[in-house]
């Protein structure tokens, strides 16, 4: 890694650090009752170099720019005083690897569940994790995706206000809890995901403007700010510290994948664009020996980062989360047509079936919500394993001004039918921690900065909420939670004291059930599945008919009445029932008719 510290195998430890604006660099280290401070010399184009032997694993070390300034390292691999406080010295090759043996898992296999480490366990920490990996297991996910944890001002943080993206951060345990975290889940035959984050830097604890300007843009900008400098003068130093910043999280923590997050915040009209960069330089490293995944969120819609070199091998990205799937899913189970659900408020059956069968349900149409902005790709010729679906997720919830999770939205049944949709369909699903068993605690938008920046913050987030109707009236924004009160963070706890209670019991059963479905009839049929061979029909007002051709051939078709009245005249489903959701099915489908909310799914046999 040509940035930060690097420790060498004869003792000595090599301090690199790219500070273009600087006159003089100093390194400082910090001793006991004492600081060694060394000058750090120019090696040219910017980059300062030191290599010594005063600087052991473990030591704690600052960069002093131009005799005043104090900064940690933008590579530090470990923060233990939090984003202001001095970097250490971490060896990467201590950690004691027992997982030579795994190559990872298909990306078919993919049942993903999403968690935020300070709130899914009481620890709130990587080791507290670690524990409940069984309970995962036994659910029948496949992947866990860690919300990010890159080095984040103050004790809690939803993630994305990272600062040090190299340094795990210090309140969910050091590096090597994370390794373990992810060797004790690849013993249980779990691959982990990590949410990365390469669009923006938080608010506060970013010292790169003051030595190193040219990590911004001076052309673009995002929602939080100057963006990342992809594409100007001194871009190549910047792009390369986030390619190394993914090899890192793949090649030192043993990752089996990122999730990029909001990529269509990134601005790079350079060829080819960072995207794909790093894309070719992931698969050309840790992807030659494992299976790797890379998965984007890309409100953008654009489907050429997901193009397939052959069936079941992308070319650079494995998958993208479909938020289409989920906010017509949404309308149909609450009725909620405000804010971006409006784009779908007038035909969500149309809108979910073409998701179900070709990925996108925009694919270049105009968008109302956007000021009818086109969005979206030309998707139906994509497998359905390069759309991650879901019902709920960290932004689904958390960007809700309460936090409401959908079992406090929407009826049962009509949630039991959602589930039974998401759960069978052949696209990877994703959970959200809580959601299998109708956990009912919110889960709320929280961090911990203080000052100006917290009272901007309060305010930023209930303006968030002028253009809904519910919030029109001032002094309801007043009633939104307070992101910076630790309260809120509290109230965001998984309550897993209520896990065996009714009704979380009754939920956490049909999850499993649908996911032993899932593992048992149709995970093994995915591999090799080509796009452009689905089907849907809507059926009436409420009715939903979709068939896919499978990997080996046989047929996967669903059947779905997702409304209140029932479904007459429904056509022969044929096939053998594989699982049903609903009163009175599968009898009813004998007659031809099926009741209020209620889900059938067939396999039909090789066809040709």
């Known amino acids: 890694m040509p940035f930060g510290a690097e420790v060498h195998a004869d003792g000595l430890t090599r301090f690199r650090l790219w500070a273009p604006t600087a006159r003089t660099v100093e390194l400082c280290l910090r001793g006991e009752g004492e600081e060694r401070v060394m ?77 935020h480490v300070g709130t899914f366990v009481p ?20 992947a866990l995706e860690l919300m990010p944890i890159a080095d984040y001002p103050g004790t809690r943080n939803w993630g994305y206000d990272g600062v040090l993206p190299f340094a795990p951060d210090s309140r969910y345990g050091a590096p090597q809890d994370l390794k373990a975290l992810v060797q004790a889940a690849h013993a249980r035959g779990l691959m982990v995901f990590l949410d990365v984050v390469y669009n923006h830097f938080g608010p506060e604890g970013n010292y790169l403007h003051a030595y190193a300007p040219r990590f911004f843009s001076t052309r673009h900008e995002t929602p939080w700010g100057p963006a990342i400098n992809f594409d100007g003068p001194g871009s190549r130093n910047v792009r390369d510290f986030f390619i190394h910043n993914a090899l890192y999280w793949l090649e030192e923590f043993h990752f089996d994948g990122l999730r990029l997050d909001a990529v269509h915040a990134i601005a790079d009209d350079s060829t080819p664009d960072i995207l794909t960069e790093l894309a070719d330089a992931v698969h050309r490293g840790p992807g030659r020996e494992r299976l790797i995944h890379l998965v984007l969120e890309n409100d953008r819609n654009e489907s050429r980062y997901l193009a397939q070199q052959s069936p079941s091998k992308p070319r650079w990205y494995a998958a993208q989360w479909n938020d289409d799937i989920h906010h017509a899913l949404h309308v149909i189970v609450t009725g909620e047509t405000d804010g971006y659900y409006h784009d779908f408020a007038e035909r969500p059956l149309w809108y979910l079936g073409r998701c179900l069968a070709e990925g996108f349900a925009f694919q270049g149409e105009p968008s109302p919500y956007r000021g009818q902005r086109l969005r979206g790709e030309p998707s139906r010729d994509l497998p359905p394993s390069a759309f991650v679906s879901f019902l709920q997720t960290h932004d689904q919830v958390g960007n809700r001004a309460f936090g409401e999770r959908l079992v406090g939205l929407a009826a049962p049944e009509a949630l039991r039918a959602a589930v039974s949709i998401l759960l069978l369909s052949p696209a990877p699903p994703l959970l959200f921690m809580g959601e299998e068993f109708g956990s009912a605690r919110p889960f709320l938008f929280f961090c911990d900065f203080g000052g100006e920046l917290a009272l901007a913050v309060r305010e930023g987030r209930r303006r968030e909420f002028e253009r809904f109707r519910r919030f029109a009236d001032p002094a309801a924004r007043e009633a939104i939670p ?52 689905a089907r849907f029909e809507t059926l009436g007002a409420t009715g939903l008919s979709a068939r896919w051709t499978l990997g080996d051939g046989s047929g996967l078709r669903v059947m779905a009445n997702l409304g209140a009245g029932f479904l007459p005249d429904i056509p022969e489903p044929g096939g053998e029932l594989l699982h049903a959701v609903g009163a009175g099915l599968p009898e009813s489908l004998a007659q031809w008719v099926m009741p209020p909310w209620s889900v059938a799914w067939f396999l039909e046999g090789r066809q040709g």
């Open 39 to 115: 000058p750090v010399e120019s090696a040219g184009k910017g980059w300062f170099e030191r290599v010594t032997d005063r600087a052991p694993p473990g030591t704690l070390y600052v960069y002093r720019i131009d005799g005043a300034l104090r900064v940690p390292d933008p590579a530090s691999r470990f923060q233990p005083e939090d984003v202001h406080g001095p970097s250490r010295v971490v060896d990467p090759g201590a950690f004691d690897w027992a997982d030579g043996d795994w190559r990872g898992r298909p990306w078919e296999e993919a049942v993903i569940y999403e968690l």
């Open 123 to 142: 620890e709130g920490t990587f080791a507290g994790v670690e524990r409940r990996l069984d309970y995962l297991n036994e659910l029948g996910v496949t």
């Open 482 to 533: 307070d992101p910076c009160d630790p309260a809120t963070f509290r109230d965001s706890c998984l309550d897993w004291e209520n896990l065996t209670k009714a009704p979380h019991c009754d939920w956490l059963a049909l999850y499993r059930d649908l996911l032993e479905v899932r593992r048992r009839s149709v995970a093994p049929r995915l591999a090799g599945m080509e796009g452009g061979r």
